[in-house]
């Protein structure tokens, strides 16, 4: 499993900011994805840690976490998303 992190399209940016925004401050949780999750990062930093690494990504980035990921969340700048389930 793998999470993907890049640059969204004009289009996404426009289509995500009407979709449910979730924020979090500093903090570190564990998560699991019992679905499909994408979203676009509007403030914050954050890094993952999943059983076949780590990913980190920011302000500006579109992540894509796969269904059935255990991961750990970091969260080292309070971060806001627009995301959807799928």
Not at 25 to 52: A, N, Q
Not at 61 to 80: L, N, S
């Amino acid at each position: 499993m793998e999470i993907i992190v890049r640059k969204p399209t004009e289009e996404e940016v426009k289509a995500f900011s009407k979709k449910p925004v979730w924020g979090c401050d500093v903090s570190e949780f564990d998560w699991y994805y019992d679905s499909k999750e994408i979203c676009i990062l509007t403030e914050g930093e954050v890094t993952v840690e999943h059983e076949e690494g780590s990913a980190s990504f920011g302000a500006g980035d579109y992540v894509e976490f796969p269904k059935g990921m255990r991961c750990v969340w970091k969260v080292t700048k309070p971060v806001k998303k627009n995301y959807e389930f799928l």
